[in-house]
């Protein structure tokens, strides 16, 4: 069971990205993935989570209209993409399965490694 991040790197602020969630030694189509994001000394924190059917749950209130979340299960890969982004979005971003996006972090059970998005002029 692994997952890949990836799609991270430097842009401007108002500028976007698309970050890429690669799952491989499992069928995607079976759980939910969710974005998370952290930045050194401060907890990690919540984005963004997909249900195995589509549904979305915004755990941060700060990318709301800004960053959405969507998956293509016949690649097995989930994506986030960020627009309008901000230095305050400066932070790595990873990936994780769940069961369900209503539970607790928690039950998140595997991680990708992470990947880095710096919001900088």
């Known amino acids: 069971v692994q997952l890949q991040a990836s799609g991270g790197g430097l842009v401007q602020p108002g500028g976007s990205l698309r970050l890429s969630c690669a799952a491989t030694g499992f069928s995607l189509d079976s759980y939910a993935i969710g974005w998370f994001r952290q930045v050194p000394g401060k907890e990690r924190e919540g984005v963004l989570c997909i249900s195995s059917g589509g549904g979305t749950t915004t755990y941060a209130d700060s990318v709301k209209g800004r960053f959405t979340i969507a998956r293509d299960n016949a690649k097995n890969t989930a994506y986030l993409q960020m627009n309008s982004l901000k230095p305050e979005d400066t932070a790595v971003y990873y990936c994780?399965?769940?069961?369900?996006?209503?539970?607790?972090?928690?039950?998140?059970?595997?991680w990708g490694q992470g990947t880095q998005v710096t919001v900088s002029s």
């Open positions: 994780a399965r769940t069961k369900f996006c209503g539970g607790s972090y928690g039950l998140f059970d595997a």
